[in-house]
């Protein structure tokens, strides 16, 4: 069965500098997408940023960007030049197909702090 | 475009009551997602929906817990006979097509605290 473990309920980072929230996952699958969502006190579920597995190039979005190790099966996303705004939490997910329907498969989430 | 929209924010019932929440997806969109995020947990999967159809429901409980998307109007969850257990947040997503490699947008959720 597809899992997806954040192993760290809580992070800290000093603004202005780079912090990595850890995403690993289990799959048989060669082929899939996986997401990082961010979910400020707000509870809007933000989508963060995507990648797609057959993709080798790490993807990036602005100050956001993940390390992606398929064989190690490692999805981690680094966030520089951290702001007070990027508080929030932060779920990773792998998107899976089964019987026709695509669903997430959330982790259980990282709760990143900015401190001032 | 107003996004995704649920309705209440938040909603609290008294034990046996029934709990009802909407959720009116994007102009355009006519695939529905439903979640469920119990407290300290992420999200899981409880029923896909399109038009008056129910496409997949193997996340919702196998009592109380009915969904629909009618032909008009929006999708709507409904717990009937609520107990302590249901306290949580209740996410709706839509998406224009079946297949999205984009993600779904999400709505704000809907709070259920039970009483």
């Known amino acids: 069965a597809q899992t997806v473990t954040q192993s760290q309920p809580e992070m800290s980072v000093q603004e202005a500098e780079t912090v990595t929230l850890s995403c690993t996952y289990d799959?048989?699958?060669?082929?899939?997408?996986l997401f990082w969502y961010k979910q400020p006190p707000s509870r809007q579920m933000i989508l963060v940023i995507r990648q797609e597995a057959y993709k080798q190039q790490n993807a990036t979005e602005n100050r956001f960007s993940v390390n992606f190790q398929k064989a190690a099966k490692s999805f981690s996303l680094k966030i520089s030049d951290s702001q007070l705004g990027d508080a929030a939490m932060y779920f990773c997910?792998?998107?899976?197909?089964?019987?026709?329907?695509?669903?997430?498969?959330f982790g259980t989430g990282t709760r990143l702090k900015v401190l001032a | 475009n107003a996004g995704v929209m649920q309705n209440p924010r938040h909603l609290v019932r008294r034990r046996g009551q029934e709990a009802r929440l909407r959720c009116s997806p994007m102009k355009g969109h006519s695939h529905v997602y439903w979640y469920r995020q119990l407290p300290e947990e992420g999200l899981k999967f409880m029923v896909y929906?399109?038009?008056?159809?129910?496409?997949?429901e193997s996340g919702m409980p196998k009592e109380r817990f009915s969904a629909e998307f009618p032909k008009e109007g929006p999708s709507i969850l409904r717990i009937q006979q609520v107990v302590r257990g249901d306290s949580a947040a209740y996410f709706c997503a839509s998406s224009q097509m079946r297949d999205t490699n984009y993600g779904y947008t999400f709505g704000s959720g809907t709070r259920l605290t039970v009483v």
């Open positions: 799959t048989s699958e060669s082929d899939y997408y």
């Open positions: 929906l399109q038009k008056e159809n129910i496409i997949d």
């Open positions: 997910a792998y998107r899976i197909s089964t019987s026709g329907t695509y669903k997430y498969i």
